[in-house]
C-alpha cells in the first residue's frame, strides 16, 4: 500500500478510460484544478449519493475553477450504466487493476463486520493546476462529503 498523500506532494499522473472508453489524463498545467475522488463500487447506496452530490454541485464547483474525476474498480460497463442512471456528466474512471487508487493511497486495509480485506477507501484528493496536492482527504464519508468539501474549499463564504 502506498503512503497517503499529503498538501503539497506532486499528484501521480494517470490516464484512465472513462464510461464511454475514452482516455482520460491528469493533466497539471491545464490552469484549472481537479477534485480527483475515489469511490468503492458504482450503484451502491453510498457511491451513489456521493456521485448524484457531486453531479448536483458540478456547475458551481466548475465555475469556481474545479473539475471533478470519479475514480473506482468498476469495469467501464459497469460506469456507463451507472452514469446514464444517475445523469453523471463528469468522467467515471475505471481503475480495474487499482493502480491509481495505490498510487493515491485510496487503496488499503480495510475492517467490514470484523473481517479486515484490502479494497479502495473512499478518499478525495484536490490536485492544483500545477500538480501539487493542495488537499487530500481519506476514509470520508458518502453523505455530506461534497459539502464539507465545499468549506473545507472556501466554496461557501
Not at 29 to 56: E, L, W
Not at 65 to 83: Q, R
Not at 106 to 119: I, L, P
Not at 124 to 132: A, I, L, S, W
Request: aromatic share 8%; charged share 25%.
Amino acid at each position: 500500500m502506498a503512503d497517503r498523500l499529503v498538501t503539497g506532494d506532486t499528484a501521480p499522473a494517470f490516464t484512465l478510460k472513462d464510461s464511454t472508453g475514452k482516455d482520460i489524463s491528469l493533466s497539471p498545467g491545464n490552469g484549472r484544478r481537479t477534485i480527483v475522488y475515489f469511490y468503492p463500487a458504482a450503484s451502491t447506496p453510498g457511491c451513489t449519493k456521493q456521485a448524484c452530490d457531486f453531479r448536483d454541485n458540478l456547475a458551481s464547483l466548475q465555475s469556481a475553477g474545479f473539475d471533478v474525476l470519479g475514480i473506482s474498480p468498476d469495469p467501464v460497463a459497469k460506469l456507463a450504466k451507472f452514469a446514464e442512471k444517475e445523469s453523471l456528466s463528469f468522467p467515471l474512471l475505471s481503475d480495474e487493476d487499482h493502480e491509481v487508487a495505490e498510487a493515491y493511497g485510496a487503496w488499503g486495509e480495510k475492517k467490514n463486520y470484523g473481517k479486515t480485506y484490502e479494497g479502495l477507501i473512499r478518499s478525495t484528493v484536490v490536485v492544483g493546476p500545477d500538480g501539487k496536492v493542495s488537499l487530500a482527504q481519506y476514509n470520508v464519508r458518502a453523505t455530506g462529503h461534497v459539502a464539507k468539501l465545499r468549506r473545507d474549499l472556501k466554496l461557501d463564504a
